[in-house]
């Protein structure tokens, strides 16, 4: 798989101090995503663009929080 990007990095916006956060940028037809607090030493996790709404809507619901647990 290409690790081609096709822009910067964006945060998400529940972050309060832009620390701790994902973030998340195109990647052709995929979107990467990574640990904004390990900045370029983060892992880069590239999914489906489809995969990335679905996994974006889990995390909204909260159905996600018992992972951080």
Avoid at 1 to 23: F, L, P
Avoid at 44 to 61: D, E, N, P, V, Y
């Amino acid at each position: 798989m290409t690790n081609r990007s096709d822009g910067r990095w964006i945060k998400a916006s529940a972050s309060s101090d832009g620390a701790e956060c994902v973030e998340m940028r195109p990647a052709g037809p995929s979107v990467q995503v990574r640990d904004s607090k390990l900045g370029h030493r983060s892992p880069i996790h590239t999914m489906t663009r489809a995969g990335f709404a679905t996994w974006l809507a889990s995390a909204k619901s909260g159905e996600l929080d018992q992972l951080s647990r």
